[in-house]
């Protein structure tokens, strides 16, 4: 059969199933509104059609073929052990769909996905999607050309932060990870000195520099505690912390220039610190802490570095970043997580006196970070938040699911706290609202199995909703029949036979 004429797409009689699913593809890529043609995919050369004709069953097939207990032994006999499953130890999930706030099992069953942090705009979003599937059938390729998504995404991103912050120079990256590392790198270019505070419990990655930054790696199961050049600050916890009063952010800040005064020569490179502490409980630093520490580190010749993977782009509601709730103006922000809503999109962004002194020479090259494809995604990520209003969703939202979880609070004497901000929140369960004993995480909070599905385990909700989950997703809806708060009601009512395991 003679190949198709170049320029036109495979027909379906020639190109086999993969040709007609890839024929239609670009049928869709090149339909609807598009941006302009130049940027717009072209119809299949005649070298890609025949390429494409000649293509019998693809890895979709295969991949669709394998059963739950297939992909779990390949998990198991080809990755490293550290790279944990979550619910491993009880039953593993297969998800293979995502759509809004829900995630699919194979069977079908949807869970409201209350722990991704990543798909702040909803999964699957369609607006993304063909964003990305329309550059990557265009063009991928490398920083070292100068290409429209990279210098807008840069201008778009710019504008998100406060006017007189100096935040204005921008390095894409690939993970928050690398952002960190990134950072620290500028930090030490900036500054004469090696040494870092970091707060207790913080998380800022898995690379080797980020592991020393991070006192949640570096403090557990597993670590080798901190480095001799870095110094850990107490976490601004006004719960259990040992400051609490209105004074709390002071103190807290004090104990940031005392080690500040033990470093070396008084002098420091940073501070590291998330706005919203994540993984270390959804604790928010009370009034007046930031500015404090900034003080205090600046003074010492460092620069403060705001670690926003988790919080930022709107999450807290009132503001785009965190940390403008206290008021401040961080020298180095760091963001990933949500910023490419699943693609490997992370950043750091600068003043230009920290960027000037990095500049010393040394060629800085990312071979994937900022590329036209994950710029898309980027760009499509703030356009759905501006356009859909989700910081103010979170906003609402996240007052109205906090309101339910303290309502609930009233049934479920385990429930001690609740906090957060926008969709940020922490529920903080206690066996004792006197002592603060916290339930112990090692035990079962409850089956956590809803009839049609899985509840989250109560833990999970440290992670809640992200920015797509509405109020009928927050208050509704999961697995098909139960709202999150009645799922939480019925997880923390069964109870009765003690606590046992608890899936991780
Ligand atoms: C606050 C914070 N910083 C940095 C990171 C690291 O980001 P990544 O996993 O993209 O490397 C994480 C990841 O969970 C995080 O929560």
Known sequence: MPPPAAGAAPGPAEAGPAGRRLAALAAHLRAGAGPSEACRPPPFSRAWARALACRGAGFEEEAAALSKQEVLELRRSLFCPAQSVSYANTDPLLIVRGEGARLFDEKGTAYLDTRNNVCH??????????????????????????????????????????????????????????????????????????????????????????????????????????????????????????????????????????????????????????????????????????????????????????????????????????????????DIVTMGKPFGNGMPLAAVVTTRSVADRFHNGLEYFNTFGGNPVCCAAGLAVLDVIRDEKLQEHARAVGEHLRRRLWELSKRRPLIGDVRGSGLFIGVDLMLDRTSLEPAPEDRDLGAVRAPQGRAPDPDEHRRPPRQRAGHQAADALLAGRHTLIEAMDAVLGSLRGGLGRTPT
């Open 121 to 330: 705009v909803g999964h699957s979003h369609p607006y993304v999607a063909a964003a990305v599937a329309r550059q990557v059938a265009v063009l991928n390729t490398n920083t070292r050309y100068l290409h429209p998504n990279l210098a807008l995404l840069a201008r778009r991103l710019v504008a998100t932060f406060p006017h007189g912050s100096g935040l204005e120079v921008c390095f894409f990256v690939n993970s928050g990870s690398e952002a960190n590392d990134l950072a620290c790198r500028l930090a030490f270019a900036r500054t004469d000195s090696r040494d870092l505070v970091v707060v207790d419990h913080g998380y800022h990655g898995h690379t080797q520099q980020a592991i020393e930054i991070s006192p949640y790696k570096f403090d557990h199961k597993g670590g080798e505690g901190p480095r001799a050049h870095v110094h850990k600050v107490p976490c601004p916890d006004t719960l259990r912390g040992p400051h609490r009063g209105p004074d709390a952010g002071a103190r807290y800040a004090e104990s940031v220039a005392e080690a500040c005064r033990a470093a070396p020569g008084g002098r420091v490179a940073a501070f590291f610190v998330e706005s919203g502490m994540s993984v270390g409980g959804v604790i928010i630093p009370p009034p007046g802490y930031l500015d404090g520490c900034y003080r205090a580190v600046r003074a010492a010749g460092g620069v403060c570095v705001a670690d926003e993977v988790q919080v930022g782009f709107g999450r807290f509601g009132d503001h785009f970043w965190a940390f403008e709730q206290q008021g401040v103006h961080p």
